[in-house]
């Protein structure tokens, strides 16, 4: 199977779309957002304040907000969009968001709940997805989908949420439990307190250990491939990267900057992986397949729609409380849908 599997792989490009494609959205994104994260954080361009719908925001802040709010409307494109997966999953696709935003609209409890959720799956959802590219790139290089499976995942979900607990950002995490305050669950509203007087514990050990996994993690690689392996340059490439720009932004920097380093390139992947997958699903729903520049046409009404939609919580989010409600059932589905869609299987990945 392996043999056949290798021989198969020599058939194909080793890269998801094409070098360049991959090299645009996938390979380089970390990288260049911690240069725009630096660029940011070292000049004063775009940090002016000014009152825009009520409130007072910089352009950094509204850019950055649009765009983080247009890659998780697009999920859409892969749920509803997609004839296959809406028929099979009728009942996740409208029953229950439905579902939700009655119980947030019914008790502050599920808002809060909801909300709070919201904050860590966010989290668990991004390692995922680089820890999805990875395999993809596994399967590529004719390597079974399987082997390394719980090691990548456990390295992703490591080098995200781990310096997130222990850095500069854990308390901007941990102090949305503060919001169980208004449901009077004092026990939940006590978590920030302990989680800072104990930081500094967090902080040398999962910093040591993000660094310590990410030099074992190439090493191994290198021994393999020396074994005759067919390593994957490109997930080695991907993983060793996005951890250290992890654990650089998560670590030490200021919440704004991180904020901005690590969602800029998240989002950048996931527009990427949403067009090479969804491009023919997109022209056919919007009637553009035999229409000429039909692909530019549906470009544009994929990234259009998707920005309208950040705009429109950008402006109203946090001042409409019916809007606020819909944008957190819309983060949570990105991240629930994304988790089936998303999933690497052997009978597509081999394909």
Known sequence: MGS???ARAR????YIVSPGYDWVFFLAPPLVALWLGAMVGLGDVGREVFGWWGQDVTMNSVLLGVFIHAHLVIVFWRSHGNTDVRDTFKARMFVIPLMLLAGMLWS??????????????????????????ARIYEVRAGNDPLAGRRR???????LYAGPIVAGATML????????FESVEAVFFTRIPAAMESNQVYFTWAILAVGLVVIADYVWAAWRERKRGKAVPWQKVWLLSTTGLVS???WGFNPWGEAFLIMNVFHAVQYFGIVWATERG??????????????RVLTWLAFVVSAMLYGLAVEAWGGTTWMFWHVTIVVSLMHFWYDGFIWSVRKTT???
């Not at 058939?11 to 080793?14: A, E, K, L, Q």
């Not at 502050?108 to 991004?126: P, R």
């Not at 990548?152 to 490591?158: A, G, K, M, S």
Request: net charge negative.
């Open 349 to 351: 990945t081999t394909s």
């Open 172 to 179: 901007a995490h941990f102090e949305d439990f503060r919001e």
């Open 152 to 158: 990548d995942f456990l390295l992703n979900q490591v």
């Open 11 to 14: 058939s194909r490009s080793p």
């Open 281 to 294: 699903n997109m022209q056919r729903t919007l009637r553009l397949q035999d229409v000429a520049g039909g």
């Open 4 to 6: 056949h599997n290798q």
């Open 247 to 249: 654990i650089y932004a």
């Open 108 to 133: 502050t409890w599920i808002a809060v709940i909801a909300s709070v959720l919201a904050t860590f799956w966010d989290v668990y959802h991004s390692g995922a997805q680089t820890f999805g590219f």
